[in-house]
């Protein structure tokens, strides 16, 4: 078992189902880290991946099935984990929260 667990944010499942950077860093340190993912965050980004179909019909599809696909395989969340989150008005949340930009770093610490 992952010594390391963080927990998904809704715009980061977005950005994991739409784009390539994010899955890549899940896919390369699957091994090494938990990802947990709320069911919250699953609604919201299901909520916006369903708006995005209405306007981008094929891409924003595939991104949707992706997601739910997600959302069937993820774990329950873990209290005290850090947030994976591109959300910057954070401070409060009472846990670490960690961007896209940074996030490899979490691994390494």
């Known amino acids: 078992m992952p010594s390391k667990a963080i927990v998904l944010d809704a715009n980061i ?3 994991t189902s739409l784009g390539k950077r994010v899955r890549q860093i899940i896919g390369r340190y ?3 880290v938990s990802f947990f993912v709320p069911e919250s965050a699953i609604l919201e980004a299901d909520e916006c991946l369903q ?17 739910r696909r997600l959302a069937d395989t993820r774990e329950a969340l873990a209290p005290g984990c850090p947030v994976w989150t591109e959300d910057t008005d954070v401070f409060g949340w009472g846990v670490a ?3 896209s930009r940074s996030v490899e770093m979490f691994r390494r610490e």
Request: glycine share 4%; proline share 0%; aromatic share 8%.
């Open 97 to 99: 929260s960690w961007m």
């Open 51 to 67: 708006r995005l179909v209405a306007k981008h019909c094929g891409v924003a599809q595939k991104a949707l099935i992706f997601l």
């Open 30 to 32: 699957s091994e090494d």
């Open 13 to 15: 499942l977005v950005r």
